[in-house]
T-cell receptor
């Protein structure tokens, strides 16, 4: 079946602009996760959803970052007033439930470059 | 705060050499442990995982990892690496109700 998909695959934006990144999880997966991968920092957790609610937003780096999920499916990560330090690959993952016994399936990521 | 440490940033091996990548975590409670791999240009994918039972777990492509609770470690091993194992390897830890916490990754370069 189809895996996790993300769009766009690449995004170049000017400093100060807002961007929206989209994630389509595997059908039927109720848990959805956002991570950020940058050079030297590895993978940083940003936020996760169980259904449409976000029990853990602790990884969001600032109030410029927000995410929502509607219909228990698609999620959008929004970065307002982008800064150069926001440049990274943003990864989305999904799993059947948020329980730790389930494997997370990752999408290909969105490479964000802020100029 | 819970953390995951991968001791080697970049490992360079010749084909047929043995591999061991270190991973230590700081959380003392019940955790589930994972190794993910990212081949060049590909998605992150699961290599293996430990939840309970036999502390020696086997994964895909001949990889295995040993959970040593007393050392808070979950090291990845492979007896004989191949050129196709060139990739970035991430150790990750998860507790119930939290997201995966990843290490910073180890880049493995295998020369033929």
């Amino acid at each position: 079946g189809a895996g996790v998909s993300q769009s766009p695959s690449n995004k170049v934006t000017e400093k100060g602009k807002d961007v929206e990144l989209r994630c389509d999880p595997i059908s039927g997966h109720t848990a959805l996760y956002w991570y950020r991968q940058s050079l030297g920092q590895g993978l940083e957790f940003l936020i996760y959803f169980q259904g449409n609610s976000a029990p853990d937003k602790s990884g969001l780096p600032s109030d410029r970052f927000s995410a929502e999920r509607t219909g228990g499916s698609v999620s959008t990560l929004t970065i307002q007033r982008t800064q150069q330090e926001d440049s990274a690959v943003y990864l989305c993952a999904s799993s059947p439930l948020a329980d730790s016994s389930y494997e997370q399936y990752f999408g290909p990521g969105t490479r964000l470059t802020v100029t | 705060a819970q953390s995951v440490s991968q001791h080697n940033h970049h490992v360079i091996l010749s084909e047929a050499a043995s591999l061991e990548l270190g991973c230590n975590y700081s959380y003392g409670g019940t955790v589930n442990l994972f190794w993910y791999v990212q081949y060049p240009g590909q998605h992150l994918q699961l290599l293996l995982k430990y939840f309970s039972g036999d502390p020696l777990v086997k994964g895909i492509k001949g990889f295995e990892a040993e959970f040593i609770k007393s050392k808070f470690s979950f090291n990845l091993r492979k007896p004989s690496v191949q050129w196709s194992d060139t990739a970035e390897y991430f150790c990750a830890v998860k507790r119930a109700g939290t997201a995966l916490i990843f290490g910073k990754g180890t880049t493995l370069s295998v020369s033929s």
